[in-house]
């Protein structure tokens, strides 16, 4: 019998769950999870959690699906043993570093790959599963035929997402975030770019829309198919959504799970009537109906997109249109409807009223909250609803929304229900915390004599096309890297051109997503590109390690194979990985932190490239007749739509190429050119050379997070903290220079705050700068606008 598995954001939601017949949940803790703006859970709650829910025979999975820095990991260690202690039913994670640390020292705890891992075949879960993971959750764009070929060719339960929102990039390949802001999607602080609002300069001229927001996952239809097929567990997504949305949802896939043998067609038409109440976005089967990847690829743009859907949830309500400071009745009110657990925060409300929609929120309605900057979304239930001496409505809620933020409803209070409560009331016995554990030491493997032979040290270049390697000949590079594509693999295959550099001077590299429908053809291309003389590889997908097993070649891993911490270097390492392309998310702080000076002759880091920000499984649709859009912040970006699927990229590079010197000073000694998707012109090949030999900047790059790394809430407080506090000794000094007389009295004014001033206006100048602009004018696409 398949698992139902259910979201548990927050305790309400973890309630509505196990009422409406989840077999298990998955939950995370306040760090090292993909979503670390919703609620999640404290320690104590989630060792009761665990407790109850077992003594119900329910299993219950924690989120650790996030990559870490070196930084962080003597707190992952202490994080796993902690979870290692209180025993939930599995882990599921990303970091090739957790697989390691849990392999060595805690091989008890059960490893489910996390959809972030990005694998979508049976030779990416065959590998998983040889390194000791029971679980796959198999990426999200898949079809029904695949689901089968990778349960018919492996033993590893799958796990896959029935219900819920999408990404509009591959699974775990999205870096549109984090080159936006350091918000890493791989670190659980996606803003949803994909959600947001663009302008394109189309054929007929500009045009807006949500050209990049994809409708929801509902697979309801296809859930019979899938349990005949041995699925193990269908997974709703929502650790965000609202607990009204997760019971509705849950109540629909448990009744057609245990009633369709008797009446299929029946019970598939009463679980749809059940979910008819979920507010969210249009529906979409997405890869489900297509049989052929070629169909897929061609279509399934046209079942997830559509420019004229908002990214939001839920029955718009309108805008906030004022804001005031909560009455004592709300506050009253707010600490009633919350549990005694809750943290002072989750009372921080304020009084709004809303214009622009055609209902009126009442008291126990579910509703969602976006800022007008989309840097965050929030659900909440009215708790307080107050008309004023004017007839003006006002209803609670949190207080870091403010005018112009936009309002959704997603449940009524008519819709929601009372659910038995998972905890118990007091929690107070449980009180287990992570320790203070001492990561034991772990060292890179040393360089032996000879083993790069095939990695020298100089600059590589990379390239999409044949044509361009012959571009790139006068750059004299010490090793040429071309990428894998439905163009050069024909090539290649074919003979059709003699290679302007020798077999052993090309570096082949292989794609970062790997589906099952067209992984045999992989496969066989990559026997048929050893057989012919090719060598080395950069691989980016776990499927490509596991087709090259035994092939006796050289594996680079690629930048989408992360190693932001020596713990996932060495998990590779163990896959026979011996050299090593650094994540394009990844700073410099980190890269040295993570390897040590006696092994970076296994680096090569990029100094410039056009970074894939989204990376789409299909054409985009054929109304999308553009090739630049650009945001509200007038940041350009172009897209690239052909037969291997669609790619987002800024118009403008990432470039540290001026920072050539710095990096060999750091004993880096192999950097990556890579123009990849673009067509390379001797101009930019001219300015990138320049750049390297004079240590010039290439003007209005982008940095990407190499200087300030990812964001860090943390550091962003206390640098807030830090800024207020100057304000007030600024105002403290500036009120007692108004109240003092003679240059004596200012003297010492002077000497009691300027070093203070001095150096916190220096900093805040540095800070303020923030990152590089994304503009600059080097890139060429192939192929005409669509």
């Given at each position: 019998?398949?698992?139902?598995?259910?979201?548990?954001?927050?305790?309400?939601?973890?309630?509505?769950?196990?009422?409406?017949?989840?077999?298990?949940?998955?939950?995370?803790?306040?760090s090292f999870n993909a979503r670390l703006r919703s609620s999640n859970f404290a320690w104590n709650q989630f060792e009761a959690a665990v407790e109850s829910l077992h003594r119900q025979n329910k299993?219950?999975?924690?989120?650790?699906?996030?990559?870490?820095?070196?930084?962080?990991?003597?707190?992952?260690?202490?994080?796993?043993?902690?979870?290692?202690?209180?025993?939930?039913?599995?882990?599921?994670?990303?970091?090739?570093?957790?697989?390691?640390?849990?392999?060595?020292?805690?091989?008890?705890?059960?490893?489910?790959?996390?959809?972030?891992?990005?694998?979508?075949?049976?030779?990416?879960?065959?590998?998983?599963?040889?390194?000791?993971?029971?679980?796959?959750?198999?990426?999200?764009?898949?079809?029904?035929?695949?689901?089968?070929?990778?349960?018919?060719?492996?033993?590893?339960?799958?796990?896959?997402?029935?219900?819920?929102?999408?990404?509009?990039?591959?699974?775990?390949?999205?870096?549109?975030?984090?080159?936006?802001?350091?918000?890493?999607?791989?670190?659980?602080?996606?803003?949803?770019?994909?959600?947001?609002?663009?302008?394109?300069?189309?054929?007929?001229?500009?045009?807006?829309?949500?050209?990049?927001?994809?409708?929801?996952?509902?697979?309801?239809?296809?859930?019979?198919?899938?349990?005949?097929?041995?699925?193990?567990?269908?997974?709703?997504?929502?650790?965000?959504?609202?607990?009204?949305?997760?019971?509705?949802?849950?109540?629909?896939?448990?009744?057609?799970?245990?009633?369709?043998?008797?009446?299929?067609?029946?019970?598939?038409?009463?679980?749809?009537?059940?979910?008819?109440?979920?507010?969210?976005?249009?529906?979409?089967?997405?890869?489900?109906?297509?049989?052929?990847?070629?169909?897929?690829?061609?279509?399934?743009?046209?079942?997830?997109?559509?420019?004229?859907?908002?990214?939001?949830?839920?029955?718009?309500?309108?805008?906030?249109?004022?804001?005031?400071?909560?009455?004592?009745?709300?506050?009253?009110?707010?600490?009633?409807?919350?549990?005694?657990?809750?943290?002072?925060?989750?009372?921080?409300?304020?009084?709004?009223?809303?214009?622009?929609?055609?209902?009126?929120?009442?008291?126990?309605?579910?509703?969602?909250?976006?800022?007008?900057?989309?840097?965050?979304?929030?659900?909440?239930?009215?708790?307080?609803?107050?008309?004023?001496?004017?007839?003006?409505?006002?209803?609670?809620?949190?207080?870091?929304?403010?005018?112009?933020?936009?309002?959704?409803?997603?449940?009524?209070?008519?819709?929601?229900?009372?659910?038995?409560?998972?905890?118990?009331?007091?929690?107070?016995?449980?009180?287990?915390?992570?320790?203070?554990?001492?990561?034991?030491?772990?060292?890179?493997?040393?360089?032996?004599?000879?083993?790069?032979?095939?990695?020298?040290?100089?600059?590589?270049?990379?390239?999409?096309?044949?044509?361009?390697?012959?571009?790139?000949?006068?750059?004299?590079?010490?090793?040429?890297?071309?990428?894998?594509?439905?163009?050069?693999?024909?090539?290649?295959?074919?003979?059709?051109?003699?290679?302007?550099?020798?077999?052993?001077?090309?570096?082949?590299?292989?794609?970062?997503?790997?589906?099952?429908?067209?992984?045999?053809?992989?496969?066989?291309?990559?026997?048929?590109?050893?057989?012919?003389?090719?060598?080395?590889?950069?691989?980016?997908?776990?499927?490509?390690?596991?087709?090259?097993?035994?092939?006796?070649?050289?594996?680079?891993?690629?930048?989408?194979?992360?190693?932001?911490?020596?713990?996932?270097?060495?998990?590779?390492?163990?896959?026979?990985?011996?050299?090593?392309?650094?994540?394009?998310?990844?700073?410099?702080?980190?890269?040295?932190?993570?390897?040590?000076?006696?092994?970076?002759?296994?680096?090569?880091?990029?100094?410039?490239?056009?970074?894939?920000?989204?990376?789409?499984?299909?054409?985009?649709?054929?109304?999308?007749?553009?090739?630049?859009?650009?945001?509200?912040?007038?940041?350009?970006?172009?897209?690239?739509?052909?037969?291997?699927?669609?790619?987002?990229?800024?118009?403008?590079?990432?470039?540290?190429?001026?920072?050539?010197?710095?990096?060999?000073?750091?004993?880096?000694?192999?950097?990556?050119?890579?123009?990849?998707?673009?067509?390379?012109?001797?101009?930019?090949?001219?300015?990138?050379?320049?750049?390297?030999?004079?240590?010039?900047?290439?003007?209005?790059?982008?940095?990407?997070?190499?200087?300030?790394?990812?964001?860090?809430?943390?550091?962003?407080?206390?640098?807030?903290?830090?800024?207020?506090?100057?304000?007030?000794?600024?105002?403290?000094?500036?009120?007692?220079?108004?109240?003092?007389?003679?240059?004596?009295?200012?003297?010492?004014?002077?000497?009691?705050?300027?070093?203070?001033?001095?150096?916190?206006?220096?900093?805040?100048?540095?800070?303020?700068?923030?990152?590089?602009?994304?503009?600059?004018?080097?890139?060429?696409?192939?192929?005409?606008?669509?």
């Amino acid at each position: 019998m398949s698992e139902l598995l259910a979201p548990a954001g927050n305790i309400e939601a973890l309630d509505a769950a196990i009422g409406e017949g989840a077999d298990a949940v998955y939950l995370g803790l306040k760090s090292f999870n993909a979503r670390l703006r919703s609620s999640n859970f404290a320690w104590n709650q989630f060792e009761a959690a665990v407790e109850s829910l077992h003594r119900q025979n329910k299993k219950i999975y924690v989120t650790v699906n996030t990559v870490s820095e070196e930084n962080e990991t003597e707190r992952l260690y202490r994080f796993l043993s902690y979870l290692n202690k209180i025993g939930p039913d599995g882990l599921i994670v990303q970091d090739y570093g957790v697989l390691r640390m849990c392999r060595e020292f805690f091989p008890n705890l059960e490893l489910h790959g996390s959809t972030q891992i990005n694998v979508e075949s049976a030779a990416g879960v065959k590998l998983l599963q040889n390194a000791g993971l029971k679980r796959v959750v198999v990426a999200r764009e898949l079809g029904l035929e695949e689901i089968r070929s990778i349960k018919q060719s492996t033993d590893c339960e799958i796990e896959m997402f029935v219900h819920g929102a999408l990404c509009v990039s591959e699974s775990g390949l999205c870096l549109f975030s984090s080159f936006l802001g350091g918000k890493s999607a791989n670190r659980g602080m996606c803003t949803q770019a994909c959600r947001r609002f663009y302008t394109a300069d189309c054929d007929s001229g500009q045009k807006q829309g949500y050209y990049f927001s994809p409708s929801d996952l509902q697979l309801i239809e296809q859930i019979p198919d899938l349990m005949d097929m041995g699925v193990e567990s269908f997974k709703i997504e929502g650790r965000m959504k609202s607990a009204e949305y997760v019971g509705a949802v849950t109540a629909a896939y448990r009744y057609l799970m245990d009633h369709y043998r008797e009446d299929k067609k029946g019970s598939i038409a009463a679980a749809k009537r059940m979910l008819s109440t979920d507010f969210a976005r249009s529906k979409t089967t997405y890869w489900y109906n297509f049989k052929t990847n070629d169909d897929g690829v061609n279509n399934a743009g046209e079942a997830i997109l559509n420019p004229n859907q908002a990214g939001g949830t839920g029955i718009y309500l309108g805008k906030i249109f004022k804001t005031k400071p909560a009455t004592q009745k709300a506050l009253e009110n707010s600490k009633l409807a919350l549990s005694s657990e809750a943290d002072e925060k989750d009372i921080s409300i304020a009084m709004a009223t809303l214009s622009g929609g055609s209902y009126e929120p009442d008291p126990g309605d579910s509703i969602r909250l976006h800022r007008k900057d989309d840097s965050g979304r929030e659900s909440y239930k009215v708790r307080t609803v107050e008309v004023d001496d004017d007839g003006v409505r006002w209803i609670d809620i949190p207080k870091s929304f403010t005018r112009d933020d936009e309002v959704y409803l997603l449940q009524t209070k008519s819709m929601s229900k009372r659910y038995s409560r998972v905890l118990p009331q007091d929690i107070g016995k449980y009180r287990q915390q992570p320790g203070d554990e001492i990561l034991p030491v772990m060292d890179l493997t040393p360089v032996a004599k000879n083993e790069l032979s095939y990695f020298p040290e100089g600059m590589y270049v990379q390239v999409s096309t044949i044509a361009d390697l012959f571009q790139i000949q006068s750059m004299n590079p010490v090793r040429v890297i071309l990428e894998l594509n439905f163009e050069t693999e024909e090539d290649l295959v074919l003979h059709k051109t003699v290679l302007p550099f020798s077999k052993k001077q090309v570096i082949i590299s292989l794609p970062p997503y790997v589906p099952e429908a067209t992984s045999d053809k992989l496969a066989k291309t990559l026997e048929f590109l050893v057989e012919d003389g090719f060598k080395t590889f950069v691989v980016n997908n776990l499927a490509e390690v596991y087709m090259l097993k035994d092939k006796n070649v050289n594996m680079i891993a690629g930048s989408y194979l992360y190693t932001f911490n020596r713990w996932a270097v060495s998990w590779l390492e163990n896959q026979n990985f011996g050299a090593f392309i650094t994540p394009l998310e990844n700073n410099r702080q980190n890269i040295i932190e993570t390897f040590d000076k006696d092994v970076r002759e296994r680096l090569l880091v990029t100094v410039y490239a056009y970074p894939a920000l989204f990376r789409m499984r299909f054409r985009l649709p054929e109304s999308y007749n553009f090739m630049y859009f650009w945001d509200k912040e007038e940041i350009t970006f172009k897209v690239l739509s052909n037969k291997d699927g669609s790619v987002v990229m800024p118009e403008k590079p990432f470039s540290i190429t001026e920072k050539y010197s710095q990096l060999q000073k750091d004993g880096i000694k192999r950097i990556l050119i890579d123009f990849s998707r673009t067509k390379v012109t001797r101009a930019e090949v001219k300015t990138v050379l320049t750049s390297l030999i004079k240590g010039q900047v290439i003007p209005e790059t982008s940095r990407f997070n190499w200087k300030d790394g990812f964001y860090n809430p943390e550091k962003m407080e206390a640098y807030k903290a830090a800024s207020e506090r100057n304000m007030e000794r600024k105002a403290e000094y500036e009120s007692l220079k108004a109240g003092k007389s003679g240059s004596r009295g200012k003297n010492r004014l002077e000497k009691r705050f300027s070093n203070d001033f001095g150096n916190s206006n220096r900093n805040t100048h540095s800070k303020a700068k923030g990152r590089a602009n994304n503009k600059d004018s080097f890139s060429n696409f192939y192929g005409k606008k669509r």
